[in-house]
């Protein structure tokens, strides 16, 4: 589900820009944000990250008659993920295999108490 599709917040600028990400390379594009215009992310093997902005920029600022320049400093820009959302899938990992643990934990003591 997407904020697109359940909240109804994104605007045809931004499903035109999601789209068009998706066609130059990306492995996934969304609207992020609350929208009011609003931002995306897309996800781009890093190989591919200078075709992919040069994709983007032809197929969606050029026409808008925006230069190159402007738009990687404040709208084409790449990014990579840091060590917050390799902490939290850490997290996230232990809790799950906490839960296993004691939930194994108590099937065997059930079954003990049946014997």
């Keep these: 589900m997407s904020l697109k599709d359940k909240y109804n917040v994104?605007?045809?600028?931004?499903d035109e820009l999601t789209e068009i990400?998706?066609?130059?390379g990306a492995l996934g594009s969304r609207l992020v944000g609350a929208g009011f215009g609003g931002c995306t992310i897309s996800m781009?093997?890093?190989e591919q990250v200078s075709?992919?902005?040069e994709e983007v920029y032809e197929k969606y600022y050029a026409p808008k008659n925006l230069k190159l320049e402007e738009c990687c400093k404040l709208h084409l820009f790449p990014s990579s993920p840091a060590m917050?959302?390799?902490a939290r899938a850490v997290e996230q990992c232990v809790a799950?295999?906490?839960e296993h643990c004691a939930a194994r934990a108590v099937e065997q003591?059930?079954?003990r108490a049946v014997e």
């Design 21 to 24: 990400c998706r066609e130059a």
């Design 96 to 98: 799950r295999a906490v």
């Design 10 to 14: 994104s605007v045809e600028e931004l």
């Design 51 to 53: 075709a992919f902005i």
């Design 44 to 46: 781009v093997p890093s």
């Design 84 to 86: 917050g959302l390799c």
């Design 109 to 111: 003591c059930a079954a």
